[in-house]
């Protein structure tokens, strides 16, 4: 067998045998698959085991086909090599089956790789083919040895050997049988197990074909329950289609892949979808832990950063607002700017030790590297407390105008209304002693206006 080196190949090919007497192997393409795995690879490079595991955690989260079929051709090689080295351990004690039987068995486990990676966990380090290795070997093993049973038995001691329930699921998956003819041939094996009686009393594995007699019987009782009449060639070929089913079911050599799957729209692949996720997650732990980060700070310095960050008041009025509240407290524009710059570097040593998980020096060069996205990070975060305290505002309005009965907004009233809300709020959060601040009062009616433009309320 030769090894697929490019990503695209492990995502879209599947081993066939060439030889059923061999272990001569070739790579088949699917296409449809390909042509997603292309689409994937376009707009993000990734390696084989970074795209294994994104499919995995599809699979489990949202049951996505193609991610299952992209994850059992990745699974191909693996499959084979472990089911070679499984045979050559057990084979000997397994006489009757192959290794296409071994081989086989492992196909129709990667071929639901959500069960066979159920109990998979990636935290714990080990690579997916690694972890296949494993648990396949076993798998494997006790699939061959239960399997020995049916393997050795005549046609017609399997079809004896068969419960109702596993004809009829035979039937349906390896044949694809359904309604009125699902019916009928399960009415042919049920006349073989009412009229067939081997004439001596041996084992499943030995018994022989029915007589010409029990033939016709068979073929007699299918006439009395069925409106269609049949003769015994027709009845003999049914019940070797039913074999053929049996034996197919019992006996794995391949898996059928559905061929009239849908791939999600190029716009919306599961895998960047999945990445879209995985970075909104990223993003929201970020800004948990600099809620921890900003928290370590005192009242005056939290303050300093919402009216920096949030309402955007120059540092100079912020000196005038914090200078009158909070005794002790500079109102020198310079030594404000050296407070916000004492403030950043605290935040920057919480977050680097609490999320990089070390305790390396905060340099100068490492400050410049994280200074933009972490000045983008903290804009974001005082934004958002503001956005999520109007959002809820304007609801509480809307509750007002309800019980008013009123069926229009008025533009004035709902501005008014935030407004005062909003500096309400901060009056008693800051515990401010006066608000008389013409800057702060510009600055709310400023954001507000913005707010309701950009989020277009006024039209809802």
């Given amino acids: 067998m030769e090894s697929r080196k490019k990503t695209l190949d492990k995502f879209s090919t599947f081993l066939v045998l060439i030889n059923s007497e061999s272990y001569t192997t070739r790579w088949q393409t699917d296409l449809k698959l390909k042509k997603n795995m292309e689409r994937i690879l376009l707009q993000h490079e990734m390696e084989a085991e970074f795209l294994a595991r994104r499919f995995l955690s599809l699979i489990k989260r949202e049951k996505e086909l193609v991610c299952s079929l992209h994850l059992t051709a990745y699974l191909q090689e693996i499959s084979y090599k472990t089911s070679l080295q499984v045979f050559n ?49 076993g798998k494997i093993a006790n699939d061959a040895y239960a399997n020995l049973g049916w393997k050795l038995c005549s046609d017609w001691g399997l079809l004896r050997k068969m419960t109702k329930k596993t004809r009829k699921k035979a039937l349906q998956k390896i044949s694809g049988l359904a309604n009125n003819q699902l019916e009928q041939y399960l009415i042919v094996w049920q006349c073989f197990e009412l009229i067939y009686t081997p004439i001596e009393r ?175 990070s903290l804009t974001n975060y005082f934004q958002n407390l503001v956005n999520n305290f109007l959002e ?21 009233n709902l501005n008014s209304y935030l407004i005062s809300k909003f500096k309400s709020f901060l009056m008693t959060k800051w515990n401010l002693k006066s608000d008389n601040y013409h800057f702060l009062d510009f600055a709310i009616t400023n954001l507000i206006e913005t707010w309701i433009e950009d989020n277009n309320y006024l039209n809802k």
């Fill in 202 to 376: 041996k084992k499943s594995r030995e018994l022989p074909a029915p007589t010409p007699e029990q033939f016709q019987k068979m073929t007699e009782q299918y006439n009395l329950m069925m409106a269609t009449k049949i003769n015994t060639e027709t009845f003999r070929e049914m019940l070797e289609f039913c074999i053929e089913a049996a034996r197919k079911y019992q006996n794995p050599q391949t898996v059928a892949y559905p061929e009239n799957f849908d791939f999600i729209d190029e716009n919306q692949n599961p895998i960047i979808n999945l990445e879209k996720e995985e970075k909104q997650e990223k993003l929201t732990k970020i800004q948990a832990l600099l809620a921890e980060a900003i928290n370590t700070l005192n009242k005056e310095e939290q303050i300093m950063l919402a009216m920096w960050k949030g309402l955007k008041i120059t540092q100079k009025d912020i000196a005038t607002l914090l200078t009158e509240n909070y005794a002790g407290f500079t109102e020198q524009q310079y030594e404000i700017s050296r407070q916000i710059e004492r403030c950043r570097k605290r935040i920057l040593k919480y977050l680097l030790k609490n999320n990089l998980n070390n305790n390396s020096k905060l340099t100068q060069t490492k400050l410049q590297e994280l200074k933009a996205p972490f000045e983008e």
């Fill in 392 to 412: 809820q505002s304007y609801h509480d309005f809307y509750k007002l105008q309800a019980v008013k009965k009123l069926e229009t907004v008025n533009t004035q």
């Fill in 89 to 137: 351990k057990f084979g000997g004690l397994t006489k009757g089956l192959t290794w296409q039987d071994y081989f086989g068995f492992a196909t129709e486990r990667i071929a639901q790789p959500e069960l066979l990676l159920c109990n998979y966990d990636e935290n714990k380090g080990a690579q997916i083919i690694t972890y296949v290795r494993a648990i396949l070997q």
